[in-house]
């Protein structure tokens, strides 16, 4: 597959747990994002990677959010003490990162609930 | 703070109508602006991208336009057909170096046959 994947493509947890969202982005492509889509919010970005660095991390809506990626390619968004109020789609996209006509490339997003 | 808005939020119209759908934005100092179109349990699939500096941008029966100083862009749908049915959302990009998309709420469409 060419495009962008996300794991688990849902999620149902209890609330206080953590959890992960992975993002798998399109070969090549040195910039990742992760945006959330929840009902009332609309979407919302949350933050974004150039390589292996985060310069813009502006969106995170609290320190139990944090987002790693490793290797220039796969990342990983890690929600902890989770709470109703996360309840939303994970988007993540990519990009080749270039100054210009840079489209961003969705994938498919997580469902996450938390009960 | 820059705000995208989208009107309306929901539309239907029948099989063969020509439409548009608005969004504006308070920001003019934009890089780029985007289309997207988001099917039920999908990701947003990229339709079509205009540059600060462009007009219009065209493709297949989809003609976007940009208004930077009126801070208003639409997406015009030619013959609309059932599978058009979709949320469609407009996204601005920010003047500054910043990949940042702001994100309308976006505007539902249902095409009826």
């Known amino acids: 597959g060419a495009g962008v994947s996300q794991s688990p493509s849902n999620k149902v947890t209890e609330k206080g747990k953590d959890v992960e969202l992975r993002c798998d982005p399109i070969?090549?492509?040195?910039?990742l994002y992760w945006y959330r889509q929840s009902l009332g919010q609309g979407l919302e970005f949350l933050i974004y990677f150039q390589g292996n660095s985060a310069p813009d991390k502006s969106g995170l809506p609290s320190d139990r959010f944090s987002a790693e990626r490793t290797g220039g390619s796969v990342s990983t968004l890690t929600i902890q003490r989770t709470q109703q109020e996360d309840s939303a789609v994970y988007l993540c996209?990519?990009?080749?990162?270039?100054?210009?006509?840079?489209?961003?490339?969705f994938g498919p997003g997580t469902r996450l609930t938390v009960l | 703070k820059q705000e995208v808005t989208q009107i309306p939020a929901a539309l239907s119209v029948p099989e063969g109508e020509n439409l548009v759908l608005n969004c504006s934005f308070t920001?003019?100092?934009?890089?780029?602006l985007q289309w997207f179109r988001q099917d039920p349990g999908k990701g947003l699939t990229s339709l079509l991208l205009?540059?600060?500096?462009?007009r219009e941008q065209t493709s297949g029966r989809l003609n976007a336009s940009l208004d930077k100083s009126s801070g208003r862009s639409t997406l015009y749908i030619a013959a609309s057909q059932p599978g058009d049915s979709a949320t469609y959302l407009c996204?601005?990009?920010?003047?500054?170096?910043?990949?940042?998309?702001?994100f309308g709420s976006g505007t539902r469409l249902l095409v009826r046959p």
């Open positions: 996204a601005v990009r920010r003047g500054d170096s910043s990949y940042k998309l702001i």
């Open positions: 205009i540059q600060s500096s462009q």
């Open positions: 996209a990519s990009s080749q990162g270039l100054v210009g006509t840079d489209t961003q490339y």
């Open positions: 070969s090549g492509h040195t910039a």
């Open positions: 920001d003019s100092a934009i890089y780029n």
